[in-house]
């Protein structure tokens, strides 16, 4: 039998398992990781003592400190 590789592509992140099988907790880990990414960036734009910097359901919302 040969040996094969199983690739999952979610969000634009490749990752490789050793099983075909994908399981619940790697896909919430996987989501906490772009968030985190995509929150460092956020961050580089938008000043944190000028700005609140929030995430919901539907894509991340910035608005301005009173």
């Known amino acids: 039998m040969k040996f094969q590789r199983t690739y999952f592509l979610i969000d ?3 990752f490789e398992v050793r ?3 994908i399981t619940v907790k790697q ?3 996987t989501q906490v990781k772009i968030e ?3 929150y460092k960036v956020l ?3 938008f ?3 000028m700005f609140i ?3 919901t ?3 991340w919302v910035i608005t301005e400190k009173k």
């Open 57 to 59: 359901p539907d894509g």
């Open 36 to 38: 985190n990414e995509e």
């Open 27 to 29: 896909i919430k880990k």
């Open 12 to 14: 634009d992140l490749v």
């Open 53 to 55: 910097i929030e995430k």
């Open 47 to 49: 000043d944190e003592n």
């Open 43 to 45: 961050r580089k734009h």
């Open 19 to 21: 099983k075909p099988e």
